[in-house]
């Protein structure tokens, strides 16, 4: 357990990690770059000041922040809280903190636009050799990437046989892919950290979350009598559980 004064440099570093995740989640989505913040109702921009600090709130048009805004402030604020706490063994806080900053983004990204953009991926490519390297080695690191990436390559290759085989019989409307190449890329990110051969169990991990998910998912659609052969359920969501799973518990 930590001193008291070192909490008063962790409590804010976890809260400015929130902001920067919920800022580019943001952003990114909409410009693919890094760009003033705006308001999410009429797209109207925000102050540096006004976006950070209270109230948050749109001077155009009055509309407050997202609930998830606030979900995703006090999440890294009680993740900094935690690690000052009980840093995981091999591991220092600034590291981890920079590991969820990432996996996080990822997460809200996907489940708010069913997405992983491809400068997100990039991004973790290099945070995933340093701290793959840094955990495991280089050898160990580049094959658990690899075998992340070409193992979810041939899942992305056989779902979207599956999806156009399935149009072609029934003539089915479009669905939306199984898997999205995002996916891909964010498994050879995860195959990075995780390095051989812990990438084999984050892929079965993340496999029996997303099935059990699914199916509990489904089941409650089929209750409410609002299924729908075209429903999609995010995949990197599971990803990122089953790696930080994995790597901090």
């Known amino acids: 357990m930590g001193s008291i004064v070192p909490l008063l440099y962790v409590l804010p570093a976890g809260w400015i990690a929130g902001i920067l995740v919920n800022y580019l989640a943001d ?8 760009a003033q913040p705006v308001c999410l ?5 925000m102050s540096w000041s006004n976006y950070i600090l209270f109230p948050s709130a749109c001077a155009a048009c009055g509309a407050p922040r997202k609930m998830r805004a606030w979900i995703v402030q006090l999440a890294y604020l009680a993740a900094a809280a935690g690690l000052w706490y009980r840093t995981p063994t091999g591991w220092n806080l600034a590291a981890v903190l ?13 489940i708010e636009h069913r997405v992983i953009l491809h400068s997100v991926s990039l991004a973790g490519l290099i945070m ?4 793959g390297i840094w955990q495991h080695g280089i050898w160990r690191t580049i094959g658990g990437g690899a075998v992340g990436f070409v193992v ?3 899942l992305y290759w056989l779902g979207f046989l599956f999806i156009r085989y399935q ?12 898997l999205g190449f995002g996916d891909v890329n964010l498994s050879g990110v995860i195959g ?11 892929l079965v991990l993340t496999v029996l979350l997303a099935g059990g998910f699914s199916l509990a998912y489904l089941l409650i659609k089929l209750v409410r009598r609002e299924y729908q052969a075209s429903l999609a359920i995010p995949y990197g969501p599971f990803l990122v559980v089953s790696a930080a799973w994995l790597l901090l518990i």
Request: hydrophobic share 50%; with cysteine; glycine share 10%.
């Open 27 to 34: 952003v990114l989505p909409a410009y693919r770059k890094i």
């Open 41 to 45: 109702s009429c797209k109207s921009s």
């Open 98 to 110: 920079i590991l969820l900053a990432y996996l996080g983004l990822v997460a809200v990204i996907d």
């Open 128 to 131: 995933g050799l340093a701290l």
């Open 152 to 154: 979810m390559l041939a």
């Open 167 to 178: 149009k072609l019989r029934q003539g089915l409307e479009q669905p939306e892919d199984a």
């Open 192 to 202: 990075l950290l995780l390095g051989w051969p812990g990438v084999t169990v984050g």
